[in-house]
């Protein structure tokens, strides 16, 4: 059973739908002890990194979250969710994050159109289980005005696309993985990243 952390700051249904269009049993849930009995956990998140992180502070989320994980269970990060695994964000100020992954979010720059939004290209960086059955250069959807910087870890980059600068668009470490862009929005390509998660994980 694959938990859904619900913190009121994510796409929910539409992710859902596609899990059980796959056949993957999800649950959606603020419940500690529901995530701790979980198989795996999926940190979804759409909106602002401070509203996000105060209110899975304010739910006790936080140190769940890093628990689990230190205990080594697999953990998806999508979009937000994906920043929120950062140690700092410099959306509208400067905020700690839950710490998985060395790094920082920032604002893409002024060079391109903000927010990043609509279909575009990844490129693999190194060879990965999520990329079975899936052609070069896909097209996903992206919509987001922060991307990963700083000092983060590149040996963790996966997968990124093009827009002006490098954004980091899938990155692993262990078993955590962080997906910028929205899989479950993402079509067929999206459907198969989600199933080859599946597969890695179990």
């Known amino acids: 059973m694959i938990a859904i952390i619900d913190y009121d700051?994510?796409?929910i249904k539409s992710l859902q739908f596609a899990l059980n269009k796959l056949?993957?049993?999800?649950?959606l849930t603020k419940d500690p002890e529901i995530i701790k009995n979980s198989s795996s956990i999926i940190l979804p998140g759409v909106g602002a990194f401070k509203d996000a992180i105060a209110s899975l502070n304010e739910l006790g989320?936080?140190?769940?979250?890093?628990?689990?994980?230190m205990n080594g269970k697999p953990i998806l990060g999508i979009c937000l969710g994906m920043q929120l695994f950062y140690e700092t964000s410099y959306e509208d100020g400067e905020?700690?994050?839950?710490?998985?992954?060395?790094?920082?979010?920032?604002?893409?720059?002024?060079?391109?159109?903000v927010p990043h939004m609509g279909w575009n290209t990844i490129q693999k960086h190194q060879e990965s289980p999520l990329f079975h059955n899936i052609s070069e250069g896909p097209f996903v959807y992206?919509?987001?005005?922060?991307?990963?910087?700083?000092?983060?870890e590149k040996d963790t980059l996966v997968s990124s696309s093009q827009y002006g600068i490098t954004v980091p668009?899938?990155?692993?470490?262990?078993?955590?993985?962080?997906?910028?862009?929205h899989?479950?929005?993402?079509?067929?390509?999206?459907?198969?990243?989600?199933?080859?998660?599946?597969?890695?994980?179990?």
């Open 9 to 11: 700051a994510g796409n």
């Open 23 to 27: 056949k993957m049993e999800s649950v």
């Open 61 to 69: 989320m936080t140190e769940v979250i890093r628990e689990e994980v």
């Open 95 to 113: 905020w700690e994050g839950i710490g998985l992954l060395k790094g920082s979010v920032n604002r893409i720059p002024d060079i391109v159109k």
């Open 142 to 152: 992206f919509v987001h005005s922060y991307a990963i910087g700083g000092n983060y």
């Open 169 to 181: 668009a899938i990155v692993q470490k262990g078993n955590v993985t962080g997906m910028q862009f």
């Open 183 to 202: 899989p479950e929005k993402s079509g067929d390509v999206g459907l198969q990243l989600l199933k080859n998660y599946e597969e890695m994980i179990s």
